[in-house]
Every structure is written in structure tokens, then in C-alpha cells.
């Protein structure tokens, strides 16, 4: 990535950014008992995804970007499972669930192309 190149320019966080959205959208008919609970932690999980290449972009080396490249990895496997946990808990469809368990893998997917890039 070029250094003066804006993160918002990144497909990651553009993709990572409407996964929130949509995140937020499919929780808000979670339960409210759940609202500091695993509805709060989802939506922490997915909101770090794209704060952490944000913040790796505006670091000053490849090395710097990988580490936070791989943190927002992390974040969308977390997400995964929280996705997953709240389906199971039978909160979400099975169709909400596997587009937004889509759109998260491909986010990931994405990630993971970007650190074998930068490698």
C-alpha cells in the first residue's frame, strides 16, 4: 500500500466497515438481555476489524501493518464465533446467519491476502 494512500481506500475496510453495519442492523432484534452481553461483544469484535487496519495503515512499516492485519484477523474469527453462538442460541435466522458468516469469511479472506502481499 502506498504510504499516502488513505485506508478508506483498502477493500478490507470498505468490506469490514459495511460488516459492522450490517452486524449492528442483525443485533439490534437480539435480546435485550443480551445487550451488554453477547450482543456488546459482537459488536466490539466487528468494530475492531476494521479500527485495526485503520491503524495499521497509519503505522510506519510493513511489519507494523502485518501485526495489526493479523489482529484484525483474529477479530473476524472471533466474530465468527459469536455469530455462530448467537445462531445456535437461536437468535439470528439461518439465513441472516450465513450471510453475515459469509460476509465475515470474506473479509478474512481478504486479510489474509493482504499480509501474504506484504510478505
Known sequence: MRREASFREL???????????????????????????LTAQVRRAAVSVPAKISAGSGRSGSAELRLHLSIAHGSCCEVQTLLEVGHRLG?????????????????SRIIRGFIRSLA
Not at 92 to 102: P, R, V, Y
Open 11 to 37: 477493500v478490507a475496510w470498505q468490506k469490514s466497515m459495511t460488516q459492522v453495519e450490517e452486524i449492528y442492523r442483525e443485533t439490534r432484534s437480539w435480546p435485550a438481555e443480551e445487550r451488554f452481553g
Open 91 to 107: 437468535f439470528s435466522t439461518a439465513q441472516n446467519f450465513d450471510e453475515l458468516l459469509a460476509a465475515s469469511e470474506e473479509v
